[in-house]
């Protein structure tokens, strides 16, 4: 039995004690009383008379009473009977004083284990807080014995174990999720990447597939117009030509011929050892050639004053 449980057992005894104390002590001096009125009346009957004067008178029941004179003993008696009243009075008030002196001291011993249970209770509550248990609500009458609270502590780390596990599992499933999420975005962004980088691929194989095929057709179309102007300069009689440049690569020549055509010029190129020949023409004679020379010489959009006009030889004459 635990210390609060005690001091609550040995309060209620001391009530109990207390109140039939008290009982006792007010059933006797009743009891006293009744004793004292009945012994009264047994050593003063009431005579059953009808009148005062000293001879025996018959009574309905046949009974004879004598009556005497007793008024000096009958004052004294009655002077007595109720000095003893008073004493009586007296001492059952003293009683009832003492019994209730009795009860106040039974009161405040009780109220006092009361104050003392309730502060062992907080202190029980203080130490359990400190050591984070989870019975701050238990009053001390529900109070644990050592077996219980070990198997109620057992209880509870059970289920804190429980728990702990149950969260684990619960970190560990979406660690698992984020993991395959994190694979699969993976997955997909390369397939994606592989994706745009054989789109880019094949892109760049068809813009070079048409890079190649359109220089293909420039070179043929140049290569065309070359033989033309070689043919139409060797093998025709129009031998007079206006030569405006010398380029050293064909994208210069290119650059040269897309000015003078823009003008509205017959250009002709022609490969040489020292680089591309720029001319405009064939024209019929040297005074058409050199018209044109001039022209060419005084159009400052051109900047082509070194033209100058040459004598188209075939090569098979040179």
Not at 58 to 77: C, F, I, K, R, Y
Not at 204 to 232: G, I
Request: overall charge neutral; aromatic content about 2%; hydrophobic content about 35%.
């Amino acid at each position: 039995m635990s210390m609060n449980n005690k001091q609550r057992w040995m309060g209620g005894v001391v009530l109990l004690g207390g109140g039939v104390l008290l009982a006792a002590l007010l059933l006797k001096g009743n009891e006293e009383i009744e004793q004292d009125k009945a012994q009264a009346t047994i050593s003063h009957p009431i005579p059953k008379t009808q009148s005062n004067s000293n001879t025996a008178q018959p009574l309905q029941d046949g009974e004879m009473v004598s009556l005497q004179p007793l008024a000096v003993d009958v004052e004294t008696e009655k002077r007595l009977l109720e000095e003893q009243r008073l004493a009586r009075e007296k001492a059952v008030a003293e009683q009832e004083a003492r019994a209730a002196e009795f009860l106040k001291m039974q009161q405040e011993a009780e109220a006092a284990a009361a104050r003392k249970a309730a502060e062992e209770y907080a202190a029980l509550n203080a130490r359990r807080s400190s050591e984070q248990e989870s019975s701050d609500n238990i009053p001390p009458e529900l109070a644990e014995d050592d077996k219980a609270k070990a198997q109620r502590l057992a209880e509870e780390k059970r289920k804190l174990d429980e728990k702990k596990k149950a969260e684990q599992q619960k970190q560990d499933q979406l660690k698992s999720d984020a993991e395959k999420k994190l694979a699969e975005d993976k997955r997909k962004a390369e397939a994606d990447k592989k994706a745009a980088e054989d789109k880019r691929k094949a892109e760049a194989d068809k813009k070079a597939a048409d890079d190649k095929k359109r220089k293909a057709e420039e070179d043929a179309k140049k290569k065309a117009e070359a033989e033309k102007a070689r043919d139409l300069m060797e093998n025709g009689d129009k031998k007079w030509m206006v030569q405006v440049a010398l380029a050293a690569n064909q994208a210069n020549a290119d650059a040269v011929v897309s000015k003078l055509r823009a003008k509205g010029y017959k250009v002709t190129t022609s490969s040489t050892s020292k680089g591309i020949r720029i001319m405009v023409g064939p024209a019929k004679d040297r005074d058409v050639a050199d018209a044109t020379r001039k022209k060419i010489s005084s159009d400052e959009s051109l900047n082509m004053k070194s033209a100058w006009v040459i004598d188209w030889v075939p090569l098979d004459q040179r």
